[in-house]
């Protein structure tokens, strides 16, 4: 019943900044940990950044670090990934996934983790 819709993405020069959105609705992301993924033409869907149910804890790759940040309102029932500094590699589509077993207190960024998916939006990074 949960289904998740993104929103945020666009075109953006290098450098520039983007906030995604992840809407919530059909149930309370408080009981999930989420994760955001993404996917690049040609390339596999990676895990990009996710945060525990609790909120007090997050898992980023390398390639992100510092300059992508996860968070959530759970008041208003949604998921946020604030890029920063964005790169052309940034460029792919960027999925909100939620997971509705375990990951209280830690998440990982394994696709296998999460059972929801929303359809992705598009970020593109070029000049």
């Known amino acids: 019943q949960l289904q998740l819709v993104e929103s945020g993405g666009g075109l953006v020069q290098p450098g520039g900044s983007l906030r995604l959105s992840c809407a919530a609705s059909g149930s309370t992301l408080e009981d999930y940990a989420i994760g955001w993924f993404r996917q690049a033409p040609g390339k596999e869907r990676e895990g990009v950044s996710c945060i525990a149910v609790s909120g007090g804890s997050t898992n980023s790759a390398d390639s992100v670090k510092g300059r992508f940040t996860i968070s959530r309102d759970n008041t208003k029932n949604t998921v946020y990934l604030q890029m920063n500094s964005l790169k052309p590699e940034d460029t792919a589509v960027y999925y909100c996934?939620?997971?509705?077993?375990?990951?209280?207190?830690?998440?990982?960024?394994?696709?296998?983790?999460?059972?929801?998916w929303g359809q992705g939006t598009q970020v593109t990074v070029s000049s």
């Open positions: 996934s939620a997971a509705s077993r375990g990951m209280f207190r830690l998440c990982i960024r394994a696709q296998s983790t999460y059972d929801y």
